[in-house]
């Protein structure tokens, strides 16, 4: 029992001061004075009004401000500190990202279609610990990237932003007279309107929000260190990667702010570096407990790099392709029996595949967990999920009847949101009688879809055979496969449609509410519902959890939001059609809001459908359901890109050939800019061409049975490349075929991969060629 | 076949040298073959008439390599030798292959003579009946529906475009609409048919040559799939069951019928194809003139896939592959002399590149030389480039010089495919901007482009003869008056209707009188020609004085307001990209003297590389458009959804473009089944399992040849998830003939392991059940091709009632 009272107890411990130089050195360069431009930065590329202020003409770097060039530039603490809190500042994305830390301490729901949430966690870590409240206004909160994420819905339906039944006040809004709003462009607008120079209060905790990229970005360099190390070059070679990292201002310059590039960067580095140290220990001690923690440490890295930003996969798909390769000649191990072979590639497939996968899992599910409340882009989610939050759609659903039954009152939304989320509605104005082009029409009432909620999104479920519009008691549930009719709420107008072309998709057939002109055309107006997502043929119409395609009896066409946004006498919603064959999300609506109806009279139910609903029952997604649909919409959701003054092409990046302002200081100009390191980058590329060069001329002499290396050299050299230059190609390449806005600092994580190269390739030339 | 004599006679050059008694060694040859033939006794022959076939004048340095019997790379080397498993297919082509009808009836040996002319038999007539079967089946119906059917309107129109030598601009390169013009004029046609609108009759017009030209290349690829499977695989149930596979897909079929790119590209990718594996096979004989003769045909086959689409690329890419491969596998081989390699090298840079090349350029030139008339496709190229066309307005023109005051003038994009500023009497709408009259850029030529240039401070006419000649200088302040409508181009303040982050460009002010905001600086890029502005040569930007930003067009497509026009906004950001720089097309002013432009006309590289650049843009330019349904590569080899060729109600005469859905599952669940048993048979073999010879054998037809056609299938269907263009179903047609190759190749290969492991019934059964059943399916899917009227398929009276298995298929 207490046998190691027996013996004494040593701790042996080996300390490479070096390393520990290289991590203070890197702290040092990264921390110090981190909470500087004590302002709130605003990024240029998410605010387009921001080039009216500044000159239109590049700063130069080494401006005015007279600012050092070289890895200075990443500091900017030249100018008066009395004058630093009046700074109208601007580091690059820092508004964008505290926008969600303040989400995060609200507890608010948000969609972010940059990246996964890790990596906002992570800074949300920061402000927490900091004690931050999230109350702060980040400029331009709720209108830029609001009006940004949720498309066109608040610019290009401006006409309809008052709200309820506004448009019935004014239809057919007159054109604006041309001269008079010739006239008004000779003033300032919205466009020259310039924002307050935002700057932290007291309650922002700056240092804080801005310490754990740095530190990501300090521990870069002793990581650095260690991944030459590992590969089995020099010391020497090591420090050479460690300085170049430490020294490189541009990784200095992006550690310093609230953004992800570090993070990035530094799981990347970690994940390379603990497949290096599992692969090491693989041939002396496999199943070691250090062979099982680097193993799952990889595993993690590249999970955390991939759930910072997507950029991350790239990472972790080379780690993978290493991985197999050694796998593989594991396979070919004839000495190694086909259990051993097996546990191997087992433990290798639950620490590089399946681990990665569950904790991106869980980077979501803590996401969810603290993100319960309503937010400014419930919009864009289903109804079932914008239920599942705090607030919002929830507070008004709460209590609805879930069975749908004749007589209920129902709003019905598209599912697919696409272009816009929108709810059916009709409105008494008619289609005209002929359109621009001459085509005629039936001239009844539009039958439109509405982004905004409105009165007149209201419908009722009607029983064709009963003339009642209310629910009797007890409420007759609707089933799948029942005729239905939808009586439009404040008109009592029957959803019909008929073989008349549609106004913009003369393909499909137009829905319209009936109205009788007894000129020959009868009304069409039974639906028979088909409820897409069902389990059972028998199964009832469920508010919010079903979805339902509406199909015409007459025509068999299905009701179907075509997209198009009609002309002025349409108000410009969204078009509805009847489509005889036709599928896809388009075609699915489902219950948002619904309450039984209990007013016989149309007086009476007009003061109904105006009141809001309420009874109860609460409902829940489960998990993975909520997932899928965040994912979704994340990787689907296209955002507005644009062309940046600071943007690059992928190109301009090797040679240098850019920069970002990110902050300048509107009396001193005293700046800080985003801009490599001339001598850094030329070695790096250079290296890399070498590299590519000589593996070529070795590759060719070996098959022809020339060994120039001896084969532990080779190996070490192709490991080394696949690494670094691997490392660089996947990081780097991807980005010619994106279509994204892209900025100098996508380059970053690409760069810290070839600065390894380099004291790589300069101690092979010293050791092998240079004799 | 030509290449199959080479590989004999390598063979047998390698069998006299390695064993000197030549006697001897043949009988021991064929003794050793006898033990694995026992039935088989025309395997004598093999013997006889490769002993008559012996060239002595086998160069020694050639031996050398010979003797090695290097095996071909990508192929079934594993079956070379002896062969391991009794087989009638291999020996019967080989011996067919080996000696014409000539051979045999010089063949000394009487009795191998009647056995021989049997194998010639079983060698041409499986040949013979898939390919008459494949046309057969193409050429049923064909001039079903009368009327134009889907694309036809496009290609029919560009065939006429080349009979009546109008100049057009498509997004694929010219070959396939040149061959299909060609048909229709072999055939009679004379281009005057309109080619509106799918449906449109076709009446007296001549319309067969041109869908028989595409049926008969469309035929020849059945033959194909059945001769490279034939190549790659030595099995003849194989090759057969592919032959089936696509003789039966409803989908080939259709798409085979009709005047389309589709089946000209694909003639092409499997005539690559085909003479790929044919040269790979060659390969124990380099230099030969097979061997020559497949490698050309590969180039030439390459040229015209590229020629046809830029799809071509990928069969570029395999064939490269494939390349790269083999000259790897030659420079690993110590035996073969860095001279050698060198030489190799060369005949596959001549062959593959630069013969390829060549006849690229070469079409392009006759599509130049043919289209010299002025057509619709003008405007989307450079001013230079329309002064060679007749008809034109630059073509033989004469024009001022320099740009004057008062000058009427047209300003063209620099960048290629952006056409004309241009405005018209319609206004932003609602909601866009300020509510002005919009500006936006044109491709084509219309009266709506004419901008008269004036001083920004005067309004006098600048043409009133009393006053004089003023030249519009570099850094000049002006204003652009639009002539039809008197506004002027006008800037402000206000979000551009697409590019939010740009400024707002309108037609502004009554009769040219406007606000300070109507004023440009005229900037010239690199002056190289004084401070003037020389038309057509000079490129200019132009700078908003109150704003200053620059002109330009951000090449986006304005919504149905703005009638698909593109966009016109002025950018802030003064990055210098084509977009924002313009030149001066048309220039009027009758006070100045004109010069002629016949020195502009660019040369021919210039123009081959301006139409690249214009094709790929318009490429690009193929954006789905929002809310439209497009097809998602995903669906495509689930069959998920057919594409309507002809017709919707259920009156119309219906054509649906549609795989077979048993042969297109089939092939699905066979990549699942082929990645399976690959994967477990390399693993054991990295494990160094020993296999059965038998097994061996079939592996490496799997592995090797399947391998290859699965790479196919990869770089034909793989690269589609990364376009941003328009998809269409019928994209996945040259992936699904790799897949259906793989098909053939895996379930005989699959039939004839169980076979070896239980019961030899079990081969041939497997395979003529697969057969019939292939062929029962076109029984009933068949009215999808060729044609059907009547109720649809939902209807329990349609002929088609019960065969709508997936809920998206709208027949």
Known sequence: MLEFLKCPVVVTAEVNLTVVALAAAGLLSRLWQLAHPRAVVSDPATRPDSTQNLDLRPVPPWGPGGLSVGWLAGHSWMEDPRERESVWSSDFDEVYYGQYISFYMKRVFFLDDSGPPFGHMLLALGGYMGGFDGNFMWNRIGAGTDAQALGPSSTALPGHMQGAGSEEEQPGLEPAPIWGAGTADRGLTHCTTVPAPPEYSPNVPVWSLRLLPALAGALSVPLAYQIVAELHFSHCAAMGAALLMLIENALITQSRLMLLESLLIFFNLLAVLSYLKFSNSQKHSPFSPAWWFWLTLTGVACSCAVGVKYMGVFTYLLVLAVAAVHAWQLIGDKALSHVCVFCHLLARAVALLVLPVVLYLLFFYVHLLLLYRSGPHDQIMSSAFQASLEGGLARITQGQPLEVAFGSQVTLRSVSGKPLPCWLHSHQNTYPMIYENGRGSSHQQQVTCYPFKDVNNWWIVKDPGRHQLVVSSPPRPVRHGDLVQLVHGMTTRFLNTHDVAAPLSPHAQEVSCYIDYNISMPSQNLWRLDIVNRNSDTEIWKTILSEVRFVHLNTSAVLKLSGAHLPDWGFRQLEVVGERVSRGESTVWNVEEHRYGRSQEQREREVELHSPTQVDISRNLSFMARFSELQWRMLTLRSDDSEHKYSSSPLDWVTLDTNIAYWLHPRTSAQIHLLGNVVVWTSAGLATLLYVLLFLWYLLRRRRNIRDLPEDVWLRWLLAGALCVGGWAVNYLPFFLTEKTLFLYHYLPALSFQLLLTPVVLQHVRDHLCR | ?811
Not at chain 2, 26 to 37: G, T, V
Not at chain 2, 188 to 206: A, C, I, M, R, V
Request: charged share 15%; hydrophobic share 45%; proline share 6%.
């Open chain 2, 1 to 811: 076949m030509l290449c199959a004599t080479g590989r004999l006679l390598a063979a047998r050059a390698a069998t006299t040298l390695s064993a000197p008694p030549k006697s001897r060694g043949s009988a021991f040859r064929c003794r050793r073959r006898e033990l694995h033939f026992p039935e088989h006794p025309e395997l004598l022959f093999c013997d006889s008439s490769a002993g008559w076939l012996t060239r002595p004048s086998v160069p020694p340095g050639r031996r050398a390599v010979l003797r090695r019997g290097r095996m071909p790379p990508a192929m079934g080397g594993g079956l070379a030798g002896p062969e391991p498993r009794p087989r009638r297919g291999r020996s019967a082509s080989q011996a067919a292959r080996a000696a014409g009808t000539e051979a045999a009836a010089r063949s000394p040996k009487r009795p191998a003579r009647g056995s021989w002319r049997f194998e010639a038999v079983g060698r041409w007539v499986p040949l013979a009946l898939v390919t008459l079967l494949s046309f057969a089946t193409r050429f049923h119906r064909l001039e079903e529906p009368r009327h134009i059917c889907w694309d036809e309107t496009h290609f029919g129109k560009m065939g006429s475009y080349y009979i009546n030598r109008t100049f057009f601009f498509d997004v694929h390169p010219p070959l396939g609409k040149m061959l299909i013009g060609l048909a229709g004029y072999l055939s009679g046609y004379d281009g005057t048919f309109l080619f509106q609108k799918p449906g449109d009759k076709y009446e007296h017009h001549s319309y067969i040559g041109m869908r028989g030209f595409c049926a008969f290349l469309g035929s020849w690829l059945v033959p194909f799939a059945y001769l490279t499977v034939l190549d790659l695989s030595r099995s003849l149930p194989a090759a057969l069951l592919t032959a089936a596979l696509l003789t039966f897909d409803t989908g080939c079929l259709t798409l085979s019928q009709y005047i389309l790119l589709d089946p000209i590209l694909m003639f092409f990718i499997m005539a690559a194809m085909l003479s790929m594996v044919k040269y790979n096979s060659c390969a124990d004989r380099p230099f030969s003139a097979p061997w020559w003769f497949w490698l050309s045909l590969t180039g030439i086959s390459l040229a015209g896939a590229l020629g046809v689409k830029f799809v071509g690329l990928f069969i570029i890419l395999q064939v490269g592959l494939n390349t790269i491969a083999d000259l790897w596998h030659l420079f690993g081989d110590l035996s073969i002399s860095l001279m050698t390699v060198g030489k190799h090298l060369t005949a596959r840079i001549l062959c593959l590149i630069v013969l390829p090349l060549a006849l690229y350029t070469a079409i392009f030139a006759v599509h130049i030389t043919v289209l010299n008339k002025s057509g619709p496709g003008d405007g989307f190229f450079s001013s230079a480039f329309q002064a060679r066309l007749s008809g034109n307005n630059l073509h033989n023109a004469s024009i001022p010089e320099h740009l004057a005051y008062g000058s009427v003038i047209t300003v063209k994009n620099l960048k290629m495919a952006i056409g004309y500023l241009h405005s018209h009497p319609h206004l932003y709408p609602e909601g866009v901007g300020a509510r002005q009259q919009q500006v936006t850029t044109y491709l084509h030529k219309d009266y709506n482009n004419l901008w008269i240039i004036k001083k920004h401070n005067t309004d006098s006419d600048p043409l009133d003869p009393s006053s004089p000649v003023e030249f519009v200088r570099h850094g000049d302040i002006i204003r652009l008056e639009h002539k039809q409508t008197s506004r002027n181009l006008h800037s402000h303040y206000h979000e551009a209707p697409l590019t939010r982050k740009h400024y707002q460009v309108t037609g502004y002010g009554i009769n040219g009188t406007g606000d300070s905001n109507d004023f440009w600086r005229i900037e010239v890029v690199n002056r190289k020609f004084g401070n003037r502005i020389k038309v057509l040569r000079s490129r200019f930007r132009l700078i908003h004085l109150v704003t200053g930003c620059v002109l330009g067009s951000s090449g986006k497509v304005l919504p149905k307001w703005g009638w698909e026009q593109l966009e016109v906004t002025c950018t802030p950001y003064l990055k210098e990209t084509l977009n924002s720089i313009w030149n001066v097309e048309d220039h009027i002013n009758p006070k100045l003297p004109n010069i002629s432009l016949e020195v502009l006309q660019p040369s021919f590289p210039e123009i081959l590389l301006e139409s690249h650049m214009v094709m790929i843009r318009g490429n690009n330019g193929l954006k789905p458009k929002d809310n439209e349904f497009t097809s998602k590569p995903w669906h495509w080899p689930i069959n998920y959804q057919g594409l309507r060729f002809s017709g919707a109600n259920d009156t119309d005469f219906r054509v649906y473009l549609l795989g077979n859905p048993v042969v297109w599952w089939l092939n699905l669940l066979s990549i699942a089944v082929y990645l399976l048993s690959g994967s477990i048979i390399a693993v054991a073999m990295q494990r160094g399992v020993q296999l059965p010879a038998e097994v061996e054998g079939l592996s490496q037809v799997l592995l090797r040849g399947g391998g290859q056609v699965l790479l196919g299938w990869m770089l034909h269907y793989f690269p589609f998830f990364l376009m941003g263009r328009v998809l269409y179903f019928h994209h996945y047609f040259p992936a699904m003939l790799f897949s259906s190759m793989l098909t053939g190749i895996l379930w005989d290969t699959l039939l004839r392991l169980c076979a070896w492991r239980l019961a030899k019934g079990i081969h041939v059964v497997g395979i003529l059940s697969l057969l019939l059943g292939t062929a029962y399916s076109f029984y009933l899917f068949h009215p999808l091709a060729y044609g059907m009227v009547g109720p649809l398929a939902q209807d329990p009276e349609s002929p088609m009632a019960g065969l709508r298995w997936l809920e998206s298929w709208d027949f």
